[in-house]
Structure formats: C-alpha cells, structure tokens
C-alpha cells in the first residue's frame, strides 16, 4: 500500500532512524499495518565483538518500540490526510506504558506492527497495538501517546526552558 519512497515523503525520518519500511493496510483512524526489516548492517550493531553467542544479536527494544511509534506516526499523519486536513506542528513520542515483551528479534526477522488507533483528542493520539514476527507475538503495545506541539512550544537546544 505504501513504499519506502511514499513514507519518506510522510515521515521526516531518515536512514538510519527511518524504522518503518511499508505499510501493508490502512484504514483511517483505525488501524495500520506496517513492517520493519531488521538487518544486521543496523547501527545498532557496528562496534560488536565478534563471534558472539546469537542471544547477544537481539534487537534492542527501544528501537522496536521507536519502529511501532513511527508506524503509529503514519496511522495518524495519513488519518488526517485522508480527512483532508494536516497535523500542525512536530510529533513527538510522548509515551509508551504497559509494553509488554514476550520474544526477541534478530537480524533477518521482518517485524509487523498492527497499530490502532484508540482515539485523538486535540493534538494527542492514542494508540494500542502488538508487533509479530511471523505467527509470534513478541511485544504488547498497552498505551502509547503521540503529541503534535507548535515549535514554539519547544524548548530551545542548549538553553533553559
């Protein structure tokens, strides 16, 4: 449904952050689908020593639940495209509560996220969902919130807020 090229144009994430690679299914302010190739070029993991037991070549999971946050970024930022209207200002992954991890991921696993959106209320949405690697289900999403706020509203690199 969605390209790599179609989701640069959506996300400002690029390579190496850019943690999304498609979207299989979208139903506007509802669900999405979207997948994530995990390959062992990743950043992630430059710098290790080598051999090391398969266990140590797990994915790390804050870049899995950054990879479902980005997937959630879409579901909103194409709801609001699909309404006719933008998301004003810059997203950002504000929370994450009740995850719950019952496997790993390795290089060569394609991660599929199933976002879902709970509800908007103003420039906050809601989202729940699960990541699968296959038939596995290996993380529960319980609650995660995504805030769009004017650059305004921002506190400024390097100075007090």
Known sequence: ????????????????????????EFEAGVRIVATKTVSASEPCYTGLAD??????????TSLLIESFGQSGALLWLCTAQAKGTTVEGTLIFAQARDCVFTGRVFPGDVLRHEVRMDHLVGDNAFMTGETWVGDRRIATMGSVLAVARDEGQLPRSGRPS
Not at 1 to 23: F, N, S, T
């Open 1 to 24: 449904m969605l390209e790599l090229p179609d989701i640069m144009r959506i996300l400002p994430h690029r390579p190496p952050i850019l943690l999304v690679d498609r979207v299989l």
């Open 51 to 60: 051999p090391l037991p398969a266990a140590d070549y797990a994915y790390p």
